[in-house]
């Protein structure tokens, strides 16, 4: 969907942006109820993120990251983990999401005038990446607490996480890019369309 010229607050972007958030929402609840071993979960919420990024730019993004870091606070095992160092689980659980949502949607748009699917698909593999980064760079930093709520070794912890990882990277390369195929096709055939009437 192309940005109007008006400002970002029209009625067409507002409702894409309401019904993505609405998606981050829902999948990241339904999310922490399908735990993975060791306490992790799994994160497709990160393609409606990506998709509001590419569409409707960096603020977007950024904002939708935000909305699944708040979300993801409610985590059994985020909740856990702010009872031992309570800043730096609500800290990297917030900057982990509002990453996840920016630096994608930067990349796609530095490079989306050079080719809009190879920026889509870049978008694509820099979400789970800084997903999946800050969240162990966090770790690091709660090691102890993180032993102590999930009652196994460390590795063993961020090895589970590294198997998520795959997994979402696998979800995120396959589905954004083609739901962002999907919207430029939907947007071709309005624009002629309306050129028509």
Known sequence: MKKAKSGFFTARNVAVLGVLTALVIILQAFGLVIAMPGGTSMSFVLVPILVGGMILGPAAGLFLGLVFGVVTLFDPLALALMNYTPAVAVVTVVLKGVLAGAVPAL????????????????????????????????????????????????????????INFAIELAVNVVLAPAVYSVDRAVEKRFAARASRG
């Open 107 to 162: 990349i796609f748009k530095a490079f989306e005038t050079k080719n809009r699917y190879a920026a889509a698909f870049a978008a694509a593999v820099s979400a789970p990446i800084t997903n999946t980064g800050i969240f162990i760079l966090g770790c690091l930093c709660m090691q102890d607490a993180i032993t102590a709520c999930v009652g196994s070794a460390f590795w063993a912890f961020i090895g589970l996480i590294m």
